[in-house]
């Protein structure tokens, strides 16, 4: 049976990526090791589901489909950088959510248990919103690199609207991560 790696997620926009690209770049300048999220792959994560089996997709499907159902599309704005999980020892460099993230938490809270009754664990960490930009692989002066971070804590990077909620397959290669869409459901009112 095929095996894959997935998750769920919100796509980020043009414009918005590019936002997104510039502030890597000025991190970029440092000259640190950080495998960098490529434009076409930039997202917004709700839930990572880790290895699954295909036979999953449908339920999957059906559950992004039962919480998209009612809600409208909304206005996404994204502002600030930071570090996970802190910048003793971060790790990841991400963009935070400054509008939007009421929306995003609802629709998290009634994806997971729906999510659970096919099999997937509750998250036990709470639900932090954020557009990973890069994982830290090694730091010349981590001080410098947090500070850097600190000057960007409120960058303004954009708005876009929330219009679906993708069910993406993970395919890591040696260039980096590659993604495809397996199921997309789109934010609508019921009528």
Same mark, same amino acid.
């Given at each position: 049976?095929?095996?894959?790696?997935? =998750?769920?997620?919100?796509?980020?926009?043009?414009? %918005?990526?590019?936002?997104? *690209?510039?502030? *890597?770049?000025? =991190?970029?300048?440092?000259?640190?090791?950080?495998?960098?999220?490529?434009?076409?792959?930039? #997202?917004?994560?709700?839930? $990572?589901?880790?290895?699954?089996?295909? &036979?999953?997709?449908?339920? !999957?499907?059906?559950? +992004?489909?039962? &919480?998209?159902?009612?809600?409208?599309?909304?206005?996404?704005?994204? @502002?600030?950088?930071?570090? $996970?999980?802190?910048?003793?020892?971060?790790? !990841?460099?991400? @963009?935070?959510?400054?509008?939007?993230?009421?929306?995003?938490?609802? +629709?998290?809270?009634? /994806?997971?248990?729906?999510?659970?009754?096919?099999? $997937?664990?509750?998250?036990?960490?709470? =639900?932090?919103? #954020?557009? &990973?930009?890069?994982?830290?692989?090694?730091?010349?002066?981590?001080?410098?690199?947090?500070?850097?971070? @600190?000057?960007?804590?409120?960058?303004?990077?954009?708005?876009?609207?929330?219009?679906? %909620?993708?069910?993406?397959?993970?395919?890591?290669?040696?260039?980096? @991560?590659?993604?495809?869409?397996?199921? &997309?459901?789109? /934010?609508?009112?019921?009528?």
């Amino acid at each position: 049976m095929k095996r894959l790696r997935a =998750f769920i997620a919100i796509e980020i926009s043009g414009p %918005v990526k590019e936002s997104l *690209q510039r502030i *890597q770049d000025s =991190f970029r300048r440092l000259g640190d090791r950080v495998g960098w999220v490529k434009p076409a792959g930039m #997202h917004l994560t709700l839930k $990572f589901l880790g290895e699954i089996e295909e &036979t999953m997709i449908p339920p !999957i499907s059906e559950a +992004i489909s039962r &919480t998209c159902a009612g809600r409208e599309p909304f206005m996404l704005h994204l @502002a600030g950088v930071g570090v $996970f999980p802190g910048a003793k020892c971060p790790r !990841i460099l991400w @963009a935070g959510v400054a509008q939007g993230e009421e929306q995003l938490r609802s +629709i998290f809270s009634r /994806l997971d248990p729906l999510l659970e009754r096919i099999g $997937f664990p509750q998250e036990k960490r709470v =639900f932090h919103p #954020h557009v &990973t930009l890069g994982r830290i692989k090694a730091l010349h002066d981590r001080r410098r690199f947090v500070a850097h971070a @600190a000057e960007n804590r409120e960058v303004d990077v954009g708005s876009m609207m929330v219009e679906a %909620v993708h069910l993406t397959e993970s395919r890591l290669r040696s260039e980096g @991560a590659e993604y495809r869409i397996r199921f &997309t459901s789109s /934010l609508k009112i019921l009528r």
